[in-house]
């Protein structure tokens, strides 16, 4: 047995994030750890390079290189959310009502960074309201985005059954509005997450009743690197950072049209014979999508850093 005083180098994985506390673990280890100086660019899923300083604590000295990056943003800074993840599922449910703009966000978000998105449609026992939320989660569907439907509560095993091959050898993270059901998911997907959230905020000093932290979940059981993320319910999905270019293409349903505007660097707002525009006049693409286009499309002009 090593001598837990003595400095070790270990490669660990970022497990969760509170302000510049960060939790890491290697190998069943978990290290509270800090970053040198006043970093604060790790996020959960990292894969850091560590010096340990006791038996629980640690530096980090490297960020390894990402796969993947999400990130939310507003007019002042990015705010990491997670690293080398391979996919990104949205939670929405019957009821309460989801907001289409916060899932557009999100779908957006994803394609900038690059990792696959679903959507799960939660809650599918509320059959009143069902008919009407099938309706709209189509219109993702319809995009390409793979539409699973379950009751957490009600058909629990269906869920796990439908869910957990998805999720098998990916590093998925789960977002979505408060109430939506995502914490009655991740607990049937990841045994004893509850427990494992009690022991991480202790780690982190969180205070008792705060999960407003983004934490990852291991699950080898599933396969050799599965992971699963579960972020703190938002309300808002800013995307301050995305560059123009990137906002066009992150429209999946642009690309068609991309490229045969009158305007080569046509913006697709009111610029005469806009391919996108005209595809929007003829119902081809979603007014509700072109709005949000137009207005990230804003908020891409209002950053101030
Ligand atoms: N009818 C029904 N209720 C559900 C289902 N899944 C979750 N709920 C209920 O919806 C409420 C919210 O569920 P949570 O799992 O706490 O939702 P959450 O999205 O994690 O919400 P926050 O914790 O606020 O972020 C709880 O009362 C759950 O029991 C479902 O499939 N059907
Ligand atoms: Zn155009």
């Not at 095993?157 to 109430?179: D, N």
Request: with cysteine; net charge neutral.
């Amino acid at each position: 047995m090593n001598n837990p005083k003595l400095q070790q180098k270990l490669t660990a994985t970022i497990i969760a994030a509170h302000g510049r506390h960060y939790l890491a673990e290697a190998d069943g280890r978990k290290l509270q750890c800090v970053t040198r100086g006043k970093k604060t660019n790790v996020a959960v899923g990292d894969i850091v390079q560590i010096t340990t300083t006791s038996n629980d604590q640690g530096v980090i000295d490297k960020i390894e290189e990402r796969s993947t990056l999400l990130y939310r943003s507003d007019q002042y800074k990015s705010k990491l959310l997670a690293a080398n993840l391979t996919q990104l599922f949205i939670v929405v449910a019957t009821e309460p009502g989801f907001a289409d703009d916060l899932v557009s966000r999100s779908l957006v978000a994803a394609e900038a960074a690059g990792i696959k998105a679903h959507l799960i449609l939660n809650k599918t026992d509320v059959a009143a309201a069902l008919p009407r939320t099938r309706e709209r989660v189509a219109a993702y569907g319809s995009l390409g985005y793979p539409v699973h439907e379950v009751s957490a509560t009600a058909r629990p095993e269906e869920a796990v059954q439908i869910l957990q091959p998805l999720m098998a050898g990916q590093s998925s993270i789960l977002i979505g509005q408060s109430g939506m059901g995502k914490s009655s998911l991740i607990n049937l997907l990841v045994p004893d997450a509850d427990i494992a959230v009690r022991e991480i905020s202790a780690a982190l000093d969180t205070g008792k009743h705060t999960t407003t932290f983004t934490r990852l979940y291991q699950l080898p059981e599933l396969g050799a690197g599965t992971a699963i993320i579960d972020s703190p319910g938002f309300q808002e999905f800013g995307l301050y950072h995305l560059t123009e270019g990137m906002l066009e293409r992150a429209f999946v349903e642009f690309a068609p049209y991309l490229g045969h505007c009158k305007f080569y660097n046509c913006r697709h707002l009111i610029e005469p014979q806009c391919a996108v525009l005209e595809a929007v006049a003829e119902g081809k693409i979603a007014r509700m999508r072109h709005t949000l286009y137009g207005q990230l499309l804003h908020e891409s002009s209002q950053t101030l850093y």
